[in-house]
């Protein structure tokens, strides 16, 4: 059985949980910038850092049949957001996938040590995950071109 499917599976997911939910930056909150939410592009008001101490990745895994889920959380180690004309367009983000952990059982249990197994994540050999955001539409787009088909 191929275990790369999976995988891909889950992180597609993440992606999609973590981004999909998006909407305008609202003006009274340009200049209300918390101290880690600093630009890493001095300069360039496009770019904000994301606060790691109130950011997270949730994510939700199910078995193969898709009756049993688990939800959980990874931290983010740093990250920034592009934005313009109030949109999200584009960022990274860089996640300490040593900090995975179930919704219910937290850090230490077997279905946490299993994600970081080399048949998952192989968090020994690859402690951080970036991912990218290259491109962001709506979901509301989405599902509104689906409905035409």
């Not at 209300?32 to 997270?56: F, P, R």
């Not at 900090?99 to 219910?104: A, S």
């Not at 279905?111 to 951080?128: M, N, T």
Request: glycine letters at 8%; a neutral charge; one cysteine or more.
């Amino acid at each position: 059985m191929n275990k790369k499917h999976p995988l891909s599976y889950l992180i597609l997911f993440i992606v999609l949980f973590f981004f999909g939910c998006h909407g305008t930056v609202k003006e009274e909150k340009k200049n209300n910038v918390t101290a880690s939410s600093v630009s890493l592009h001095v300069g360039n008001e496009k770019y904000v850092a994301i606060d790691t101490k109130e950011s997270v990745v949730t994510w939700r895994g199910y078995n193969l049949n898709g009756l049993n889920s688990q939800t959980g959380y990874v931290y983010i180690s740093k990250g920034e957001l592009l934005i313009e004309n109030g949109e999200l367009t584009g960022g990274t983000v860089e996640v300490d996938m040593n900090t995975i952990e179930d919704k219910n059982h937290g850090r230490d249990n077997k279905l946490v040590h299993h994600l970081k197994d080399p048949d998952f994540f192989e968090v020994e050999r690859f402690p951080f995950s970036t991912i990218a955001i290259t491109r962001v539409t709506s979901l509301n787009e989405d599902i509104k071109k689906l409905q035409r088909t």
